[in-house]
């Protein structure tokens, strides 16, 4: 049996994705499946204690490092937008950082920085470059009509959506990294 | 040695040092890890995306370099520069060790 479910995290979500894999795991769902940009299909299966790990490479993903993982006793169920998900059962982690892709602190933050570089930057210049000059034209009252209603309606959203991402994502990944540091 | 890789390497991080002590061998990530492991009693435990993440930085940096590929794995080996590395780091650790014995070296 299986089932669908619809789930958002953002960029800065991927601890409580983690969490949130490995409680349906534990309740008998295992995930066979993520597709862009929210959709999980689950399989039913035995409730099981299995940890999830989330890895982030925005470079195409390099068959040694699949190779070295798997070495280390992980399994890869699949990748969507630049995040590779590995799990494996937590009874063959003998260490706590067997559980861990990432061993140390130096590493730990070293992923955060490339979720800020690859992903948070480039939201930051799009609301600069795009949404935010939109945002004071329809201020301005520069759109006009029907349709310029609908497109400042839009804009409006859209400028909402993107404060709200930037600043929780921003907030959120400076915490986990401020956590990383000595 | 150049500064940038004194700046970056001397002091390093301690995965860094065991990787980089390991591969006076040829060895593949996950046999540095276990090796790391027995070494240090399990006090040590390099996770997989560490241990990937610190090859491919150091292969770049130029302090270890391909060796072969045996099943699908990379292993690999420290370089000249990679031993001058090794050597500096050692130095300083031995010198933290004597110190903090209260030993004086002038």
């Keep these: ?182 | 040695m150049d500064d940038k890789i004194r700046r970056i390497y001397v002091p390093m991080t301690e995965s860094g040092f065991y990787i980089l002590y390991c591969l006076q061998t040829p060895q593949h990530g996950y046999g540095i890890s276990q090796q790391v492991r027995k070494m240090t009693a399990g006090a040590v435990n390099i996770s997989a995306g560490t241990m990937y993440g610190a090859l491919s930085k150091m292969e770049k940096d130029g302090l270890i370099k391909f060796h072969s590929e045996v099943e699908k794995r990379k292993l690999y080996k420290i370089t000249e520069l990679g031993e001058e590395v090794l050597s500096a780091e050692t130095a300083r650790i031995d010198r933290l060790y004597r110190n903090s014995k209260g030993e004086y070296l002038g």
């Excluded at chain 1, 991927?14 to 993520?34: D, F």
């Design chain 1, 1 to 182: 049996m299986t089932k669908k479910v619809t789930r958002f995290f953002t960029i800065a979500d991927y601890l409580e994705e983690e969490n949130w894999l490995r409680e349906m795991h534990s309740q008998g769902w295992k995930i066979v499946k993520i597709k862009a940009p929210c959709f999980y299909t689950f399989e039913s299966c035995e409730p099981e204690d299995v940890i999830y790990r989330l890895d982030f490479r925005n470079t195409e993903k390099p068959e040694d490092y699949l190779q070295m993982v798997s070495d280390f006793g992980w399994e890869h169920i699949g990748d969507c937008l630049g995040w590779m998900y590995f799990r494996r059962p937590a009874d063959t982690a003998a260490s706590e950082e067997e559980g861990e892709l990432f061993s140390d602190n130096e590493s730990k933050a070293e992923m955060v920085k490339n979720i800020v570089r690859t992903r948070m930057m480039p939201l930051v210049v799009i609301f600069l470059c795009s949404v935010l000059p939109n945002f004071f034209r329809i201020l301005n009252g520069e759109y006009v009509g029907p349709w310029g209603a609908v497109f400042s309606v839009l804009f409006c959203l859209l400028f909402i959506l993107y404060v709200y991402l930037i600043i929780h994502c921003g907030i959120k990944l400076k915490k986990i990294k401020d956590r990383y540091k000595d």
